[in-house]
């Protein structure tokens, strides 16, 4: 490493030095370069005549494209300093699809390098672009710093029929896809928000960690991905709510941007025993859970009646249908625990509420972390409703086997903890996304789904993004800040 | 550096192009009206004719580039990638010794083996690693049984209908699910 530094030579160490690496530009600004290396009539060259829609002049949809992809990469050019050039080889090609699913387009750093400057964390990775900031010129002049591709044949028939990219460049894309924002996602990882390390297995990739991997903490080990074993990582990339941004850059900003308010179940009562304490949970549209919440002792409901007709044996406790007389004693005044399945989760609600209940929670059907949202909406239920993972709901219930008719015992409390930020640990650090099980490619390099309000970096591209990076809209900027930008 | 030689380039076609549509006109006005012909569709966007942003610029790759894209692109998609690195721990290029060690693993492999990380040289004499679409990150779009439109991030390359499949099931909050 060290060698590699002296061959680097004075013109590193000049760029460096011209660069200041400690010093905060007083105006940001980097240029980027989009190389359109689609063929001829195709992609970025396609003639197809179109009319201007949203801001975007161009007349043909070639001309669209690129104007978009230019809004794109202008916001990240505003943000970002730089005094290299970052080149973006950009294409549009036919890319896998079906007629209700679609690969948007990908993006990403197209090198990294290590050790290619002093001062730079020693022995670890960083995107194209970003190391060339550092050096203060072009490292690689032979090759662009992103890569990009995304789908020529989107909204056509057989290829998300019907659901186009929208080309305007004023956010109002309706139910088609926003190709704005989808680029600013996809630049935003083509930029270093990502790690370069495998988080399925912990692998580095070269053996090298990436600079994202300094910033990653474990609460449960306590350790940064840096100081961790590839088992430790593999576990870390699912340990989900654990998985923390420590960069000071998105902790200092986090309160501007999120909000206070992270839904839970807290679990406690004399029969409680090993099952006390804070539960993580999903919410819908409806049964909203509020502060302080409202507090009585979990009771589960047993199996449902069968209907008239059908063929003998039980109903799983699902609460599909109105509750039978020793299910109705049973929640009255308590909180409901029902089975996920077979009914909407707005049935099951109303069918508790319709009882009695003051609360209730539905206990997935399938192994995962986070436990999920719910769809549906009801404004008729107004007792809060709440989705626990499978686990947890087995785990409470170990707790539940001692009860009587009307008691458990085991209370449970269904609030709002209003001395959260909604995307962050009680620590005050981001979340990052480590569901169960593991996803590739949106597990470790993305911003917790919690995150409220919605950012960019999350796995999935919510409609209600704006086009900003920075606080205090979005901590994308915050986060590349933190390592190097 | 290569960008300023493609801007440079881009600029010197232009000047040729203008010069020679004005050559063009020039030599038109000598001749008996023509009936004019319908221009043809330019074979390429002209970056002339886009919007202007402060940050950004907007090149067309030369031929070669568009080569070594298309090479590139019909390349054997990697599921992984692997790279060497030397006795001080910098990364080495591949060794035909590297090749014939690796020949038992990736026999034994169910499935394909590690490509090697390719090394390009940098401007100071290092090495840097290049990166293929397989450590993109992509993003897949899917309509759910809502009706909504759902989108996610994932990161191995999706060439089959069926890891689309896969990775559209995973974009789904499942929060219809019954």
Request: charged fraction near 15%.
């Amino acid at each position: 490493m060290k060698n590699k530094f002296f061959r680097i030579g004075l013109a590193a160490l000049v760029g460096s030095a011209a660069l200041g690496f400690a010093a905060p530009a007083a105006n940001a600004a980097a240029t980027f370069v989009i190389v359109n290396i689609d063929g001829a009539g195709e992609g970025f060259n396609d003639p197809t005549a179109v009319a201007p829609v949203g801001g975007n002049p161009g007349t043909t949809i070639g001309q669209q494209r690129l104007n978009v992809f230019q809004a794109a990469a202008n916001v990240w050019g505003a943000t970002l300093t730089s005094s290299v050039t970052i080149q973006i080889r950009a294409a549009f090609n036919p890319l896998t699809c079906t007629a209700t699913s679609a690969v948007l387009g990908s993006a990403g750093a197209r090198w990294v390098d290590n050790d290619f400057a002093p001062g730079i964390k020693p022995g670890t990775l960083y995107p194209g672009a970003l190391a060339n900031k550092y050096v203060g010129f072009d490292e690689v002049p032979t090759e662009a710093e992103i890569n990009a591709q995304f789908n020529s044949n989107l909204g056509q028939p057989g290829c998300l029929t019907g659901v186009p990219f929208y080309y305007g460049l004023d956010n109002n894309h309706g139910t088609n896809i926003d190709l704005f924002t989808v680029l600013l996602h996809e630049f935003g990882h083509g930029l270093g928000f990502q790690t370069f390390t495998d988080a399925s297995t912990g692998a580095p990739f070269a053996g090298f960690p990436s600079i994202w991997d300094h910033y990653l903490k474990d609460q449960t080990l306590g350790k940064t991905w840096v100081a961790m074993t590839n088992a430790e990582r593999a576990f870390s990339a699912t340990n989900n709510g654990k998985l923390v941004w420590t960069g000071a850059g998105v902790t200092t900003a986090l309160p501007g941007v999120l909000s206070l308010g992270v839904p839970q179940l807290s679990v406690g009562g004399p029969a409680s025993g090993g099952t006390a304490g804070v539960y993580a949970v999903g919410t819908g549209a409806f049964g909203t859970l509020t502060s302080p919440g409202v507090t009585s002792d979990i009771m589960p409901i047993a199996n449902d009646p069968i209907p008239p007709g059908s063929p003998p044996g039980t109903l799983p406790a699902q609460g599909c249908v109105p509750f039978t007389a020793l299910n109705a004693l049973a929640v009255k005044g308590n909180v409901a625990l029902i089975d996920r399945g077979t009914c909407a989760f707005t049935l099951k609600a109303k069918n508790a509420q319709n009882a009695g209940a003051v609360g209730v929670i539905i206990a997935n059907n399938a192994a995962g972390a986070p436990p999920p949202g719910m769809g549906g909406t009801d404004p008729t239920i107004t007792i809060p409703v709440a989705l626990i993972t499978q686990g947890d709901a087995n785990l409470i219930r170990s707790a539940l086997t001692h009860r009587s008719r009307t008691k458990s015992g085991v209370s449970g409390t269904l609030s709002l903890n209003t001395t959260r930020y909604a995307g962050a640990d009680p620590s005050g650090f981001a979340l990052l996304y480590a569901p169960v099980p593991f996803s590739g490619g949106s597990s470790v390099s993305h911003f917790d789904v919690s995150a409220t309000r919605n950012l960019l970096m999350e796995p999935a591209i919510n409609v209600d993004l704006t086009h900003s990076v920075v606080v205090p809209q979005d901590l994308t900027f915050e986060l590349l800040k933190d390592i190097g930008w | 550096m290569k960008r300023i030689n493609i801007t440079q380039a881009a600029a010197v076609i232009g000047v040729a192009g203008l010069l020679g549509v004005a050559s063009l006109a020039s030599a038109g006005d000598k001749k008996p009206a023509a009936k004019p012909a319908a221009a043809p569709a330019p074979a390429y966007t002209d970056p002339a004719s886009l919007q202007k942003f402060s940050n950004v610029v907007v090149v067309n790759a030369t031929p070669a580039q568009r080569a070594a894209y298309a090479a590139e692109t019909r390349r054997p998609m990697t599921s992984a990638q692997k790279a060497y690195v030397d006795s001080a721990g910098n990364v080495r290029p591949l060794t035909a010794e590297d090749v014939v060690a690796e020949a038992p693993a990736a026999t034994a492999a169910a499935s394909a083996p590690a490509a090697p990380v390719e090394m390009i040289t940098t401007a100071s004499g290092g090495h840097a690693m290049l990166l293929d679409d397989s450590s993109n990150v992509y993003s897949v779009a899917t309509i759910g049984s809502d009706g909504k439109v759902k989108k996610i991030c994932v990161d191995a390359p999706i060439k089959t209908d069926a890891a689309l499949e896969s990775a559209a099931k995973a974009a789904q909050e499942n929060d219809n699910e019954k």
